[in-house]
């Protein structure tokens, strides 16, 4: 009897990784089919990131900078519209910067997703500057002289014919900067060359792999919530009480983990059997 | 002296501009950190995106005319970025229909911008209805070939429309939706893109079933961290009570055991009291996950990633950045001479 079942165990330990290929495709596929509806908590670094745009007031400057593209957009887009929501919601003037060149794309898609259910007007409420090369140094030029660096928008609208950029001419006369990133540069250039020298808020969402990168920054207080991965864009759009991309998706991953789990305890499983019995054999 | 002193002495005097203008209150070194520096810095990278190109097109080329291993990849490379160059610089691919005059038949201009547009020919209507007289209405398609707006504006103007086609303006071809650049982000790179970094799903599924062993200390711990963030991190973990942990640490203490005193009814003992006792504790305590909320899988990961991770985070940043000013001072310095090709 436990011979057969060890048997079974390290039958299933040898499987071909196609199946497992094909099973992690299930369960990726079939909740996004078949939604469980898990119950989503926010977490510290979430509602910290949430707290911090909600404390602003009506009419403050807020900027969002775009620093994804299009292979960690399943994770990042869903907070940066959630966040770009949260915004327009407590009216705050959104000035909208992008450190990768295909950030652009992305936030031009947020902005086509999200206008809809506002009347805000371009150049009055938001604008998108756009992207500019130079990494870092896009950073600091917006910290010293946004205008220096921005002398038309993305449309090519000279920079002085926008109204809501009358009164900006630095970093400084930002409320709060809101990075998306998944990578270089991202979230630690502005920290480096932004925000703490100018002392201008910052709060970020980023790709789960960054996480580790920047929690430091949030322990020291350098940023003041995190927004990690597609978890927590979930739990932004859970706080703000809009359900979107990142919550439907959270079955998936959650199951996702769940059986990448059962996978290593099974390989494990295998790996012991197999041992002992060689230790046996000789 | 040409090609070594003065380069040395640019990145001397620059360098020094630069670290100076961060501790000395001084408004010429301010300035130059802050303004002049930084737009030097967007006009080089500007070129370097140049240089970048051509290198890459030096790079992969070479592939193809030695037949290096895997050159048939780089003919994709090649004939992607001369595609990205043709629709980004050359070839606009992005028509639209202009329309001055509706004409007395407004009905069929409605369902022949409904047809181009693929929408419902009522809220074409609709749509220029609203039209008022001299404005100029814009058919909201884009096309990517001349022939397709041409087609169109000769169906307008056949039903009495006066309509001509026209072009984006450079620039304004790459934002709008329906150019051939757009196409190419939209239907080329992001699928692509997207189906790269998807995969590392499947590799680290793969991976962690043949690679994630019980070896040693170290392995079991980073495989414990593991397991516990990847549970505590999305909504399933917050489910799995701190109960359940708590027999799954009484296992491990056996299982430890067992490696430690290599006695099967010492191990039996030890695992049988300890699932007694946390049995015992659950009735007392009503199973209240609130009890022992501590051994639950978010508080657990959060612990994981805010100390014992952090603690590693920083040792590493601040070797790094001591790496950096070391290698920093040497650039200034003109020891390290790499960047002149030494």
Partial sequence: ?282 | MLKRQIPLAIVFLTGMATLFGWFVDNVVFETFVNDTATQWFDIIASFAMILGSLNLLRVQGEKVLRRKRNWIYSIFAIGGFFFSITVGFLFRGANYVEISDLGPNQGAISEVIASAENIDPKIAAVTLSLVEENEVFEVSRIFITESGAKQLVDDLNANGAKAEFKSKTWGGHILEKGTLFNWMFVYLFTPLSATMFALLAFFVASASYRAFRIRNFEATLLLISGIIIMVGRVPLGSLISPWFVLYLIVLGGGIVSNSYFKDVKRTFQITTGGILVVTIAGFIAGWSPDSIYFLSFPVLQEWIYSVPNIAGSRAIMIGIALGMVGTSLRIILGIEKSFLGE
């Fill in chain 1, 1 to 282: 009897m436990m011979k057969t079942l060890l048997d079974i165990i390290v039958k299933l330990g040898s499987v071909d990784r196609r199946v497992i290929f094909l099973i992690i495709a299930l369960v990726v596929f079939l909740p996004l089919i078949f939604p469980v509806g898990l119950t989503i908590k926010p977490t510290d670094t979430t509602r910290r990131s949430f707290e911090a745009v909600d404390e602003l007031k009506e009419g403050d400057n807020f900027l969002m900078s775009f620093e994804y593209g299009p292979s960690t957009k399943p994770e990042v887009n869903p907070m940066a519209v959630a966040v770009l929501n949260h915004a327009f919601r407590k009216n705050l003037r959104v000035y909208i910067t992008c450190l990768w060149p295909d950030g652009q794309f992305m936030a031009q898609d947020v902005l086509a997703e999200v206008l809809p259910d506002y009347d805000k007007v371009y150049g009055e409420d938001y604008v998108l500057l756009g992207y500019r090369p130079g990494n870092e140094a896009v950073v600091k030029g917006i910290e010293s002289n946004i205008k220096g660096l921005y002398t038309v928008d993305y449309a090519n609208t000279l920079i002085d014919e926008i109204p809501m950029m009358q009164d900006v001419n630095s970093l400084s006369d930002i409320d709060m900067v809101f990075s998306f990133s998944a990578g270089y540069p991202g979230t630690v250039e502005w920290v480096q060359y932004g925000c703490d020298p100018a002392g201008v808020k910052l709060s970020t969402g980023v790709a789960s792999i960054q996480v580790n990168e920047i929690l430091p920054y949030e322990n020291a207080g350098q940023v003041l919530g995190i927004i990690a991965g597609m978890p927590g864009a979930a739990e932004y759009e859970t706080m703000i009480g809009k359900k979107g991309f990142g919550t439907s998706g959270m079955d998936a991953q959650s199951v996702a983990h769940l059986v990448i789990v059962l996978f290593i305890v099974l390989g494990n499983a295998t790996y012991f059997i197999e041992r002992k019995r060689s230790q046996k054999t000789y």
